[in-house]
């Protein structure tokens, strides 16, 4: 199981509070950018790293980044390198001699070494294969090692072409032959006797003392993972892939079975505590991501660690234990970072500063309490508050993108995946969540757009894809526009025609506005959706993309289209004209109105940031100052103050502007 394969979500828990990053800015004058860069943070985390005394901690990421950090205060700050053509690291290690010489093993971009702590990096190579492959299969245990001799010797395991090795520092690289150094699961090596090592292998467990020039087997049968005890030389601990847990007293020479591993599962990690004695993590064998135990008795029993609520992304997708005082467990869950200092027992967020590839694709205020904003993520559904300082996940799903809130009653929120198989509802402000699927009808497939009823508790609109199966006038799979007036829990089908933009009216007459509903390019309904009218007047054949309806104004309404640009309508769709003069030629992606002395329509471009209209539409501005170049997929705007603005991007996260954009 590589490490790109992880997906997992959790819970946050804020370890000192996030604080608001530095700006993304690209102006060289000294004004300062309208939009600023507030989160999420967090990233995909495959595996942590410590330097010997327990003072820096390092965290590489599926994306090539690699980030440190000080222990219990700190906040993660990005350590310099970033790859071309980006791959997981997989195993980073701290030179036991030298904390400012660092170690990074990617997926397939080679094996990168800095000597300044990260300030700069260069690859290594010589006499490796030119297209190499790592697996970091033991989540904590490291394909890559460095001892504790003088010169300090490096080991590699790679997937196809075994172990190699390189006495000075990386520079030239030779293979190691034998037992030992052949379809290895994992590797361990004595700090005490650096010449001493161990290979986990698929033959059996394998013992060197000559640094790979002769291996012994020492323990018969496929064995997953291998560890050393820090605190007692002669202790070891091995799990077998059939035939259990064991422990050696003797370095290795003879064998005690301990127990069953936890659940019969093969052990694919095993860390053990050195300010505890007998006190054993250990991840097993799982799906996505790998269970997580501890011991107490040096593996005679196990209990399960939790780091967030059980779902199906709760196991972690790695974890360390590094030896400070006192000791910290590290586990990656969901794109998020915890940490642990009382064995497991309770874990906080340790995520501030950690910054990946993330979207924030939809984006709803709470029209009762404007303060909180909830946004749909590549990353899953979150509320945010105090202007982007505060985040909390709400869902332990990922990839939830459309969201409405209950007109009347802000505790009851929808969320729905574009493509995935789940509409959601919470009766709670996000605590809990009930899957609306209706038996036999419909099973949702795709959540494409979702609209609550301003004037209707109860009622919401939802188009997407799912299956019919059992529906009396529909057979198969299908797309179409459902209308629900009891909060999801049953639906009627509006028409046989999904729509990927839908909107309505927040004042009376109520009026709903769909884009795409077969081939007519923006419908409406005044009736609650009952009968549709044609509101295409000079559209045939445009692909509308989005649409917005003026707050003040339910006839005055905004589109964006794939080959004809902005247009605006202010009789109800009954004449269309071009709405972009100011614009660049970039496509819309989202809307967003707002009231009060000026009003002002925001456009977010793909590729060219957001963009104001003070006059309906008639000209536009740029108010993009520190979100430029950026695809904005998502625009908010206060209702309470309409100069706080929210842009969510494709792949920078959420922008927040206290001044309109300007």
């Given at each position: 199981m590589t490490r790109s394969k992880i997906s997992i979500l959790g819970l946050l828990l804020l370890l000192a509070g996030l604080l608001q990053s530095p700006h993304l800015a690209r102006s060289a004058g000294a004004r300062s950018p309208a939009w600023i860069h507030v989160g999420p943070y967090g990233a995909d985390v495959t595996c942590f790293a410590g330097d010997a005394q327990g003072t820096v901690f390092y965290a590489g990421t599926s994306e090539g980044r690699v980030f440190s950090s000080s222990p219990f205060r700190g906040r993660w700050r990005p350590r310099g390198l970033a790859l071309a053509e980006p791959s997981a690291i997989v195993s980073l290690v701290v030179d036991p001699a030298d904390s400012d010489v660092l170690y990074a093993a990617t997926e397939y971009?080679?094996?990168?070494?800095?000597?300044?702590?990260?300030?700069?990096?260069?690859?290594?190579?010589?006499?490796?294969?030119?297209?190499?492959?790592?697996?970091?299969?033991?989540?904590?245990?490291?394909?890559?090692?460095?001892?504790?001799?003088?010169?300090?010797?490096?080991?590699?395991?790679?997937?196809?072409?075994?172990?190699?090795?390189?006495?000075?520092?990386?520079?030239?690289?030779?293979?190691?032959?034998?037992?030992?150094?052949?379809?290895?699961?994992?590797?361990?090596?004595?700090?005490?006797?650096?010449?001493?090592?161990?290979?986990?292998?698929?033959?059996g467990l394998f013992r060197t003392t000559d640094s790979g020039a002769l291996w012994r087997k020492c323990l018969s049968g496929e064995i997953r993972a291998v560890t050393l005890d820090p605190s007692r030389p002669s202790r070891l601990y091995a799990s077998s892939q059939y035939k259990g847990f064991f422990r050696s007293d003797d370095e290795g020479a003879t064998w005690t079975r301990v127990a069953d591993n936890p659940q019969s599962a093969p052990l694919v990690s095993i860390v053990v505590e050195p300010n505890a004695p007998g006190a054993i993590y250990a991840a097993a064998m799982g799906g996505y991501a790998a269970p997580l135990w501890k011991s107490l008795d040096m593996g005679l029993t196990w209990e399960e660690i939790r780091v967030v609520e059980r779902s199906r992304y709760s196991d972690p997708d790695t974890f360390a234990l590094i030896a400070s005082q006192p000791t910290v467990l590290l586990a990656a869950v969901a794109g998020h970072t915890f940490e642990s200092t009382d064995g497991g027992r309770a874990w906080r967020l340790w995520d501030g500063g950690l910054t990946t590839t993330v979207a924030v694709n939809s984006l709803v205020l709470d029209a009762a309490r404007p303060q909180r904003l909830y946004a749909g993520t590549s990353r899953g559904l979150f509320i945010v508050r105090d202007r982007g300082r505060s985040w909390k996940a709400l869902a332990p799903l990922r990839g939830h993108r459309i969201f409405a809130v209950g007109p009347r009653d802000p505790r009851t929120l929808y969320a729905g995946e574009e493509w995935g198989e789940y509409l959601i509802r919470s009766d709670d402000g996000g605590r809990s969540w009930t899957r609306l699927d209706s038996d036999p009808f419909p099973r949702w497939r795709g959540v494409w757009s979702l609209v609550a009823d301003p004037q209707s508790p109860g009622t919401i609109y939802a188009s997407g894809l799912f299956d019919i199966a059992g529906h009396r006038e529909m057979e198969g799979d299908a797309e179409g526009l459902l209308k629900s007036v009891d909060r999801g829990e049953t639906w009627t089908v509006l028409h046989p025609f999904g729509t990927r933009a839908l909107a309505m009216s927040q004042l009376g007459p109520y009026v709903i506005y769909a884009a795409g509903v077969g081939a007519v390019p923006v419908s409406k309904s005044t009736d609650g959706g009952r009968t549709w009218i044609d509101a295409s007047a000079g559209l045939r054949g445009a692909d509308v993309i989005s649409i917005a309806v003026d707050p003040e104004s339910p006839e005055t309404v905004y589109i964006s289209t794939a080959d004809r640009g902005v247009l605006r309508s202010v009789d109800g769709g009954e004449l269309w004209v071009p709405a972009r003069a100011g614009l660049p030629d970039a496509t819309a992606r989202s809307f967003a109105t707002s009231t009060g002395p000026i009003p002002a329509v925001y456009v977010g471009l793909e590729g060219a940031g957001v963009y104001r209209s003070t006059d309906r539409g008639v000209t536009w501005e740029a108010a993009d100052s520190g979100i430029e170049g950026l695809t904005v997929d998502a625009i908010a705007v206060d209702p309470g103050k309409p100069g706080l603005l929210y842009a969510g991007t494709s792949d920078s996260g959420l922008f927040v502007s206290p001044t309109g954009g300007q």
């Open positions: 971009s080679g094996i990168f070494k800095t000597v300044d702590g990260g300030a700069s990096w260069r690859r290594l190579g010589g006499g490796l294969p030119a297209a190499l492959h790592i697996d970091n299969w033991g989540l904590a245990s490291s394909p890559l090692l460095v001892s504790s001799s003088s010169p300090p010797a490096v080991y590699v395991n790679l997937r196809f072409d075994g172990v190699f090795k390189s006495v000075d520092g990386g520079e030239s690289w030779w293979q190691l032959r034998g037992g030992g150094a052949e379809s290895v699961h994992c590797l361990a090596i004595s700090r005490w006797a650096p010449e001493t090592l161990y290979a986990a292998t698929a033959r």
